[in-house]
């Protein structure tokens, strides 16, 4: 274990959002009851979800994971109708770029960008980046997937509303910086620092990411990204919803978590929650609030 790892937790303001959409047919319409306040204009049967990004200290280098929504987002989402539908809040000083410069941070400052997958709420300042010396990480499908169905002179995303043959979720002005070969990609499991392991998780998108850290007190924690969507999410069984791309691939990977939880006692943070999923001797797990560092 590398005794000096820390993990810093940026919450980049908050996202409306159905909770039937993020949990379809949860059994329990309460279960993310934690999440219904935070947003100025949250509708009925709707949460508030936080944006994160994550930066990790270690002392082979500063690596930032996610990078929020853009500040310009509202204008760059092609489609107005998912502006409405995922209505994004920043609230008082809650962009990501106010959140780097609270921290005295700027993109030039970081050795490595992980990107977990293209959506745009994790994605949306990876331009501030390109122009930097940074590694920018990504898993080499979630590349070609972008690609080859958001980016082609002809274009198969506005079949239907949601999904992958839809417009929702990607942002070209957000990836284009990548092409033709900006970024270092992944293609699976890899261990990119001592304690530090990307984590193929496919499923939600094409090549979705996972991060796995080994922190010297808290242990081995996991940033599971939108594969675990909210806390909600977890539980024997996962409980899936309509932004996935690939249910099947999704299902897997879910366990894949669970399996990485059982062997390493691992906290799971899940993409869009204000509470982690913690192992406990007397129940399957508990919730905890999320704080903002870990070490």
Not at 124 to 135: C, S
Not at 197 to 226: E, K, Y
Not at 256 to 278: A, S, T
Not at 285 to 295: M, T
Request: hydrophobic share 35%; glycine share 8%; proline share 5%.
């Amino acid at each position: 274990m590398v005794s000096n790892i820390s993990l810093q937790v940026l919450e980049c303001g908050v996202t409306a959002m159905d909770f039937e959409m993020v949990a379809v047919g949860h059994p329990d319409k309460n279960a993310s009851k934690h999440l219904s306040c935070g947003h100025p204009r949250l509708r009925e049967g709707q949460i508030a979800h936080p944006v994160y990004a994550y930066i990790i200290e270690h002392s082979g280098g500063r690596i930032l994971v996610d990078t929020g929504f853009s500040d310009t987002a509202k204008r760059d989402w092609k489609n107005n109708y998912y502006t409405d539908a995922m209505d994004y809040e920043p609230g008082d000083n809650g962009l990501f770029s106010q959140r780097l410069e609270q921290h005295g941070l700027k993109p030039k400052d970081f050795d490595d960008v992980i990107i977990t997958h293209l959506h745009t709420d994790h994605a949306g300042n990876l331009p501030k980046f390109a122009t930097t010396d940074a590694r920018i990480l990504l898993h080499e499908e979630e590349l070609r997937g972008v690609v080859n169905v958001k980016g082609g002179m002809l274009r198969e995303d506005l079949t239907t509303l949601w999904g992958v043959t839809s417009p929702q979720g990607f942002t070209r002005k957000d990836w284009a910086c990548l092409i033709p070969d900006r970024a270092t990609t992944l293609y699976g499991d890899m261990e990119i620092y001592r304690g530090i392991w990307t984590v193929s998780l496919p499923g939600h998108t094409w090549g979705s990411l996972g991060v796995a850290i080994n922190l010297p007190h808290t242990g081995w924690v996991l940033l599971a990204s939108d594969h675990i969507y909210v806390a909600a999410t977890w539980g024997e069984p996962f409980v899936g919803n309509i932004l996935n791309q690939d249910p099947s691939a999704w299902a897997q990977s879910a366990m894949k978590c669970r399996r990485l939880q059982e062997k390493y006692n691992m906290l799971i943070f899940p993409g869009h929650d204000n509470k982690i999923i913690v192992p406990d001797k007397d129940e399957p797990f508990k919730l905890e609030d999320i704080r903002a560092s870990y070490d």
